[in-house]
């Protein structure tokens, strides 16, 4: 088993920016646990993007009971034969996301809601946000082909962008590791990909936003 420096990674970004692609090699190469989200089984999330206005409490708080409830089964269960866990999105994403887009009433209400159950569950040892422009995410959303995210807008991915930055900032008891990769391609790169996992995998980080550009 190989040993790091942690026992509970989280791989995060923003719409398109390859977290989960980099979550599975990084679980299949170090046989880590992985825990990806289950986003495509939500049946809100095409009618999101063709009515957000109408459908983005619903979708919000049934992301919430989803993740929560994969997150708290997962985490608990410890396997001997794997070094560690690999998540590709972590709890705080119901928060982030949800500023974006509810309602100042319905955010309030939510906002209750996640501070309640948010507290029952553990927090990562390295926290990873991949950092693309919006350019590029918008290339890998249209490269990739979900026909639901083709009409997401520039303005809502600035938005997520800004929540998970703001997020990071307010946090001072996590370790955030802020990795620029628009001049890399870890996917499909493999010299790329083995830089990315020695930046997160062989150094240590303090607490709060460490930031580094590969």
Excluded: C, W
């Amino acid at each position: 088993m190989i040993k790091t420096n942690f026992n509970f990674l989280v791989i995060e970004g923003n719409i398109g920016a390859g977290k989960t692609s980099l979550s599975k090699k990084i679980s299949e190469q170090f046989n880590s646990k992985l825990i990806l989200e289950q986003f495509a089984e939500n049946p809100f999330l095409p009618k999101f993007y063709k009515n957000p206005r109408r459908y983005s409490f619903q979708l919000e708080l049934s992301f919430l009971a989803d993740r929560y409830y994969q997150l708290k089964n997962e985490l608990t269960k410890r396997d001997l034969f794997q070094s560690f866990i690999t998540t590709d999105y972590y709890f705080t994403k119901s928060l982030i996301f949800s500023q974006t887009t509810l309602k100042d009433d319905e955010y309030k209400l939510y906002r209750k809601i996640f501070n309640i159950i948010y507290q029952s569950l553990p927090k990562p040892d390295l926290y990873v946000y991949l950092y693309l422009s919006i350019e590029n995410l918008l290339k890998n959303i249209k490269k990739r082909g979900r026909k639901y995210e083709q009409k997401i807008e520039i303005e809502y991915l600035e938005k997520i962008q800004k929540g998970y930055f703001d997020y990071m900032k307010q946090q001072h008891d996590i370790s955030f590791l802020l990795i620029d990769t628009n001049g890399i391609d870890f996917v499909n790169n493999l010299a790329d990909y083995e830089l990315i996992v020695d930046t997160i995998i062989n150094k240590k980080y303090k607490k709060g936003i460490n930031r580094v550009i590969l």
